[in-house]
């Protein structure tokens, strides 16, 4: 009987991109998003194309398994602009 090492599974990435806007108070607002993404890569290149059409935009990625409710600290990958804090 032969023993075989089970290789641990990549847990499920939570790849997001969101352009900001400025409403008549100032305030910022979600223009573009937020959307999820296949890949990190295709996220920035999302991103960077945004940047020269809003106010702010942000990618950010994060290990995640809404199944078991159990999510990873967020990782920026691009940022641009006036953004609101990460929670």
């Known amino acids: 009987?032969?023993?075989q090492v089970?290789?641990?599974q990549k847990k499920p990435k939570l790849?997001?991109?969101v352009a900001f806007d400025r409403g008549d108070d100032g305030e910022l607002f979600p223009?573009?998003?937020p959307t999820d993404q296949q890949s990190e890569e295709r996220a920035i290149r999302i991103a960077k194309a945004l940047a020269g059409k809003h106010v702010g935009v942000i990618a950010w990625s994060r290990d995640a398994d809404?199944?078991?409710?159990?999510y990873g600290p967020p990782?920026?990958?691009f940022v641009n602009g006036d953004?609101?804090?990460m929670e």
């Open 15 to 17: 790849i997001v991109v």
């Open 31 to 33: 223009m573009y998003g």
């Open 83 to 85: 953004v609101p804090d």
């Open 75 to 77: 990782k920026t990958l």
């Open 6 to 8: 089970v290789s641990e």
């Open 66 to 70: 809404p199944a078991l409710g159990d």
């Open 1 to 3: 009987m032969s023993t």
